[in-house]
């Protein structure tokens, strides 16, 4: 299995520029989430879906953050205008529903740099 | 509400050490335990998990006994190595309701040669 796979790996843009993240979950997992990691406020979970459809959007930080999931195989998470504080790395994780106790599997990340 | 509250890092051990990363969590229910690892540059990597009280979970050499009592989900390791050196995640999910995982802070862990 190819695992959860994100692009791209590192993102440089300036401020106020779009920027798109993409995610291809793992084949077969219902579930995908994105989180945001940063040193000041650690892990934080921005949006999750279900069977492509969004659950809970409440980490999602403003308006200038959208998340879509069009199929079962791809989803972006899009900031639009970017902003430095924005700088961070972003994951993608996916999960079955089979049970409860099914752990995460996280792809490597999107670095962004906002400057 | 859920929480998951891990002992603050980093944590700098010589190599062969024992290693203990405290780990405690709030739930209303009863949920499923996870530990996470991190190593620079990758996501995050599942450990070991535990789904009910009492339930240890093992993995390379790493153990966590699902404690009800105490709430708590503590990690262990007889003898760290160098390459151990990484960010360890705790977290939860119940066993209903809600899909969503509760992480803690992580707790950076350096060996030393």
């Known amino acids: 299995d190819a695992g959860v796979i994100q692009s791209p790996r590192h993102e440089v843009t300036e401020m106020g520029q779009e920027v798109t993240l993409r995610c291809k979950p793992i084949s077969g997992h219902d579930y995908l989430f994105w989180y945001r990691q940063t040193m000041m406020r650690g892990l934080e979970l921005l949006i999750y879906?279900?069977?492509?459809?969004?659950?809970?959007d409440s980490g999602m930080p403003e308006d200038r953050f959208s998340a879509k999931m069009p199929n079962a195989s791809f989803s972006t998470l899009k900031i639009q205008p970017s902003e430095p504080r924005d700088s961070a790395v972003y994951f993608c994780?996916?999960?079955?529903?089979?049970?409860?106790?099914?752990?995460?599997?996280f792809g490597n990340g999107t670095r962004l740099t906002v400057t | 509400g859920n929480s998951v509250t891990q002992m603050e890092g980093p944590v700098t051990l010589s190599e062969e050490a024992f290693l203990t990363i405290n780990c405690t969590y709030t739930?209303?229910?009863?949920?499923?335990l996870f530990w996470y690892v991190q190593y620079p540059g990758e996501g995050l990597q599942l450990l070991l998990k535990?789904?009910?009280?009492?339930d240890k979970g093992s993995n390379k050499g790493f153990e966590a006994t699902y404690r009800k009592e105490t709430t708590s989900f503590h990690l262990e390791k007889g003898s760290v190595q160098v390459s151990d050196s990484a960010v360890y995640f705790c977290a939860l999910r119940m066993n209903s309701g809600t899909y969503k995982y509760i992480f803690g802070t992580g707790t950076r862990l350096k060996v030393l040669a």
């Open positions: 994780a996916s999960t079955g529903s089979g049970s409860y106790n099914s752990p995460l599997h």
């Open positions: 879906f279900n069977n492509n459809v969004p659950i809970d």
């Open positions: 535990a789904t009910k009280a009492d």
């Open positions: 739930a209303t229910g009863y949920p499923s």
